[in-house]
């Protein structure tokens, strides 16, 4: 019997649709998937391996390719697929990348979704942007996420006061800005600000412990009015239980961890590799069990077998 391996675009309709939320973790440094993708299988969880731009300039990822290799060797398709995550039109330095090639060599390489990161441009450009990506991958069968609104801390400048950001819900993504977005780019995901933060890259604040963000739930109740696509929240560590499990009653599908693992890892990798892995393994089990509460997601999520 043929057994059809279900792509990652049908696997996010499923759990936008149950309500499961949809984990995917960067990885900065090649030795961290091997933790990250056996905690996924030894809990029964699905989740996406995640390389973004910034981690093969910034951090020791490698390449696109390099991370494409190990996740060969590692991967489970039951409990795993690749995403290519942030690639910036302007990145976090305010420089213009080669943004189409990248997601080109991404789609080529076999990535499984891909991510064009357009939320530094205008709203037309955004979209103008985005459609490309998209008629570009839909060709190839790829899902794409894209980004509205300003999910800040990449940038290399101090971040403005948090409770300021938050009082004035500035930068968030707007509900008609989403709907005319999503109509006109047919984006398949939408990263959505709703006062969530990245973690700090910079080597200067890197190891910083993360602010704990909030998340304003009215606005994300309207967002997932208005859009009729799952929504991804970028920023997701540090952001208090309560916030997260009520956002994913609200259309968030997928949320992004980089900073929870990668911090436990550059702690202890100078001294023992093997040391940093079994941290990072350790986080990937209390992120699993205790702060998401997705312990066993797999087999809700993908009916198939394989
Ligand atoms: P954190 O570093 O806050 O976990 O955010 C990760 C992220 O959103 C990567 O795209």
């Known amino acids: 019997m043929i057994i059809q391996k279900p792509g990652i675009g049908t696997i996010m309709k499923e ?3 149950q309500r499961i939320v949809v984990p995917g973790f960067n990885i900065p440094y090649l030795p961290m998937m091997e ?3 056996r905690a996924l299988c030894d809990t029964g969880t699905f989740g996406l391996i995640m390389v973004a731009r910034l981690e093969w300039i910034k951090f020791k990822s490698g ?5 494409r290799y190990e996740y060969e060797k590692l991967k489970d398709l039951k409990f795993t697929r690749l995403h290519l995550d942030h690639v910036p039109v302007i990145d976090e330095d305010n420089l213009l990348t080669d943004f189409e ?8 390489l076999g990535y499984d979704s891909v991510m064009i990161d357009g939320s530094r441009l205008t709203l037309e450009e955004n979209i103008e942007k985005t459609r490309r990506i998209v008629e570009l991958a839909h060709k190839s069968g ?5 980004e509205l609104g300003a999910v800040m801390g990449h940038e290399s400048g101090p971040l403005p006061p ?5 009082a004035t819900g500035k930068g968030f993504t707007s509900p008609d800005e989403a709907k005319k977005f999503v109509q006109e780019t047919h984006t398949d995901w939408l990263s959505v600000a709703i006062g ?3 973690g700090a890259i910079s080597e200067a604040t890197r190891s910083a412990k993360k602010i704990e963000a909030r998340l304003a739930l009215p606005h994300l109740k309207k967002l997932n009015e208005t859009v009729n696509v799952p929504l991804v929240l970028h920023g997701g560590t540090g952001i208090a239980k309560e916030y997260l499990m009520k956002s994913f009653k609200q259309g968030i599908a997928k949320i992004n961890i980089a900073t929870a693992i990668r911090q436990p ?3 202890l990798m100078i001294s023992s590799v093997k040391a940093a892995q079994d941290a990072v393994y350790n986080e990937m089990l209390d992120i699993i069990h205790n702060q998401l509460e997705i312990t066993g997601s797999a087999e809700k999520i993908i009916s198939q077998k394989f």
């Open 15 to 17: 759990a936008f649709k």
């Open 35 to 37: 933790p990250v993708i």
């Open 63 to 67: 390449s696109m390719k390099s991370i």
């Open 101 to 108: 090639n990248i997601i080109s060599e991404a789609i080529d």
């Open 142 to 146: 790829i899902p794409v996420e894209a």
């Open 162 to 166: 948090y409770e300021e950001l938050f």
């Open 196 to 198: 969530n933060i990245h």
């Open 265 to 267: 890892y550059e702690k």
